[in-house]
Antibody, heavy 118, light 107 residues
Framework: EVQLLESGGGLVQPGGSLRLSCAAS????????MSWVRQAPGKGLEWVSA????????YYADSVKGRFTISRDNSKSTLYLQVDSLRAEDTAVYYC???????????WGQGTLVIVSS | DIQMTQSPSTLSASVGDRVTITCRAS??????LAWYQQKPGKAPKLLIY???SLESGVPSRFSGSGSGTEFTLTISSLQADDFATYYC?????????FGQGTKVEIK
């Protein structure tokens, strides 16, 4: 069974940083692209970033380009999202999902909540 | 960037009703479209991929159709478990844009 488990969210001040992690199991991690999708409170889904299976190609939404960095460690089957220069509008649940880059998103983790507030 | 527009934003229906949700893409995406169901406090769940392919384990009352720029999700007979928010997503591009969502409420 494919499982994705996010961690690393929390309360952070504007301008601060966090590193989100997503531990994957149940599939050959290095064979698949991985993505982050976020959802602000009471709002819809927003694709944030994707990374190829090898890690050699990365993609970002314009809203986070230059502030967020996606990476992966295939030896640990773990996906990361380094989120810097955080703004109030980055407050959201961040979901890790398998593929979702020129493919559908399936499955999804349970999400990790990031709150940006002073 | 491709824009995805869903309609309606909210839909009130009763158990047993036939429900249709529409999703329009700002440019042709062939059949690179998925539909997701999301319940409060839960992660989205894939229902339909490639516009009309039913994900394994999803009840057959769900169906999808369309190609190019116009797509529909149909629930043939709404069940109590189906009250949720539904999202379409294009995956013709690397940045898979989602529609704004359609909330299906109890009438």
């Amino acid at each position: 069974e494919v499982q994705l488990l996010e961690s690393g969210g929390g309360l952070v001040q504007p301008g601060g940083s966090l590193r989100l992690s997503c531990a994957a199991s149940g599939f050959t991690f290095s064979s698949y692209a991985m993505s982050w999708v976020r959802q602000a409170p009471g709002k819809g889904l927003e694709w944030v970033s994707a990374i190829s299976g090898s890690g050699g190609s990365t993609y970002y939404a314009d809203s986070v380009k230059g502030r967020f960095t996606i990476s992966r460690d295939n030896s640990k089957s773990t996906l990361y999202l380094q989120v810097d220069s955080l703004r109030a509008e980055d407050t959201a649940v961040y979901y890790c999902t398998k593929d979702c880059s020129r493919s559908n998103c399936d499955p999804w983790g349970q999400g990790t909540l990031v709150i940006v507030s002073s | 960037d491709i824009q995805m527009t869903q309609s309606p934003s909210t839909l009130s229906a009763s158990v047993g009703d036939r429900v249709t949700i529409t999703c329009r893409a700002s440019q042709s995406i062939s059949t690179w479209l998925a539909w997701y169901q999301q319940k409060p406090g839960k992660a989205p769940k894939l229902l339909i991929y490639k516009a009309s392919s039913l994900e394994s384990g999803v009840p057959s009352r769900f169906s999808g159709s369309g190609s190019g720029t116009e797509f529909t999700l149909t629930i043939s007979s709404l069940q109590a478990d189906d009250f949720a928010t539904y999202y379409c997503q294009e995956y013709n591009s690397y940045s898979g844009t989602f529609g704004q969502g359609t909330k299906v409420e109890i009438k």
